[in-house]
């Protein structure tokens, strides 16, 4: 496979400039050939250990301005390379149902170039441009880091003994000896993340003094760094485990202060979600709900139709200003896939 994916490569590449070309991109970008390990790794953590299933030995990238460059390239690969196309998925859109764990790309597509399945990976500019090529590394990281049999980072450690739990605070200890919190900036996430690994230690000893102090830093390091976001994972994940340290020394009075300043973004959460009865707008609509209780969900399709529609027309318009090379492209049998009528709204 490896050997078939790099004589393949050039041709992808090729590919890929073509595409890039014609949709007006102005990146595209070539990854190496999974190695050896990196194929066996893949095959083992998603595939039973069948090496076979894994299909991204042959990488290449293009970054897309937006939606509407996706949908042209979907389109253009469709008219030029339909019977190769093997499997698309777009993770970004995927906005009704739970998000799935994937590679680093907003959007992959498998494609059969000369009897090798290789993988071209679509990235949105406004993400790649905060990203960029050092985010690949931040998936690796997290890739060497994954734990999704367990619930939370305190459960990874349950079952380990309070002696090796003793020694690993030793070694975690030792790793932030030389970056202590007053130094860190909030960005530099992987020094972050080990006084995140210190804090569990710490906490699972029953050292809740120690990891009070530097929660109450790192709290103070992300209100300064994002004071606009109290909202942020990381601000509600640190004041979650603050009031295990506190409840932990006996400090009742400021563990319930942590507890109500939580409760204070919980209620924010259910106000903004209306009760059935707060969106009923008069005791008609409360009637009709009783006469015709499909009624509202009717209301929501014909809606979401409408919009589907909608969306489909300015799609048209863009397409025609946009990308007037899929024009040379479309078969003319290819019946009109986007048109809409007046009449259908």
Same mark, same amino acid.
């Given at each position: 496979?490896?050997?078939?994916?790099?004589?393949?490569?050039?041709?992808?590449?090729?590919?890929?400039?073509?595409?890039?070309?014609?949709?007006?991109?102005?990146?595209? &970008?070539?990854?190496?050939?999974?190695?050896?390990?990196?194929?066996?790794?893949?095959?083992?953590?998603?595939?039973?250990?069948?090496?076979?299933?894994?299909? +991204?030995?042959?990488? #290449?990238?293009?970054?897309?301005?937006?939606? #509407?460059?996706?949908?042209?390239?979907?389109?253009?690969?469709?008219?030029?390379?339909? *019977?190769?196309?093997?499997?698309?998925?777009?993770?970004?859109?995927?906005?009704?149902?739970?998000?799935?764990? &994937?590679?680093?790309?907003?959007?992959?597509?498998?494609?059969?170039?000369?009897? !090798?399945?290789?993988?071209?990976?679509?990235?949105?500019?406004?993400?790649?441009?905060?990203?960029?090529?050092?985010?690949?590394? !931040?998936?690796?990281?997290?890739?060497?880091?994954?734990? +999704?049999?367990?619930?939370?980072? @305190?459960?990874?450690?349950?079952?380990?003994?309070?002696?090796?739990?003793?020694?690993?605070? @030793?070694?975690?200890?030792? %790793?932030?000896?030389?970056?202590?919190?007053?130094?860190?900036?909030? @960005?530099?996430?992987?020094?972050?993340?080990?006084?995140?690994?210190?804090?569990?230690?710490?906490?699972?000893?029953?050292?809740?003094?120690?990891?009070?102090?530097?929660?109450?830093?790192?709290?103070?390091?992300?209100?300064?760094?994002?004071?606009?976001?109290?909202? !942020?994972?990381?601000?509600?994940?640190?004041?979650?485990?603050? %009031?295990?340290?506190?409840? &932990?020394?006996?400090?009742?009075?400021?563990? +319930?202060?942590?507890?109500?300043?939580?409760?204070?973004?919980? %209620?924010?959460?259910?106000?903004? #979600?209306?009760?059935?009865?707060?969106?009923?707008?008069?005791?008609?609509? /409360?009637?009709?709900?009783?006469?015709?209780?499909?009624?509202?969900?009717? %209301?929501?399709?014909?809606?979401?139709?409408?919009?589907?529609?909608?969306?489909?027309?300015?799609?048209?318009?863009?397409?025609?200003?946009?990308?007037?090379?899929?024009? /040379?492209?479309?078969?003319?049998?290819? *019946?009109?896939?986007?048109?809409?009528?007046?009449?259908?709204?």
């Amino acid at each position: 496979q490896i050997k078939l994916a790099t004589d393949t490569l050039p041709k992808l590449v090729d590919i890929c400039k073509e595409l890039a070309g014609c949709l007006g991109a102005k990146k595209i &970008g070539v990854g190496p050939v999974k190695s050896v390990s990196a194929s066996l790794d893949k095959a083992g953590r998603k595939y039973g250990g069948d090496v076979l299933c894994v299909t +991204d030995y042959c990488r #290449a990238f293009i970054i897309l301005e937006d939606i #509407a460059a996706l949908l042209a390239l979907f389109e253009l690969l469709w008219y030029s390379l339909g *019977p190769l196309i093997r499997r698309i998925k777009v993770a970004t859109l995927k906005d009704s149902n739970s998000s799935l764990f &994937g590679g680093y790309r907003d959007c992959k597509i498998n494609l059969e170039v000369e009897g !090798h399945v290789c993988e071209i990976q679509l990235h949105f500019s406004n993400m790649w441009n905060i990203c960029s090529v050092d985010g690949f590394q !931040h998936y690796q990281n997290w890739q060497k880091c994954d734990m +999704d049999s367990y619930d939370g980072p @305190n459960d990874a450690i349950s079952d380990i003994g309070k002696d090796e739990i003793g020694e690993l605070v @030793n070694l975690a200890e030792h %790793e932030v000896s030389n970056s202590p919190p007053s130094s860190l900036n909030w @960005n530099e996430e992987e020094r972050v993340v080990h006084y995140f690994a210190l804090i569990c230690l710490y906490i699972k000893s029953d050292l809740f003094h120690k990891a009070e102090s530097i929660l109450k830093q790192l709290i103070q390091l992300h209100l300064d760094t994002a004071a606009d976001q109290p909202l !942020h994972h990381d601000n509600l994940f640190l004041h979650i485990l603050l %009031e295990k340290a506190l409840r &932990g020394q006996g400090k009742v009075t400021e563990a +319930d202060k942590v507890v109500k300043y939580l409760q204070q973004f919980r %209620e924010k959460e259910e106000e903004s #979600a209306p009760s059935l009865w707060n969106s009923l707008t008069s005791p008609s609509s /409360a009637l009709d709900m009783i006469i015709d209780p499909n009624k509202r969900r009717r %209301e929501e399709e014909e809606k979401f139709n409408y919009e589907v529609l909608k969306s489909k027309d300015y799609w048209l318009q863009i397409r025609n200003t946009r990308f007037v090379c899929l024009k /040379a492209v479309e078969p003319s049998s290819c *019946p009109a896939m986007y048109h809409v009528s007046d009449s259908s709204y």
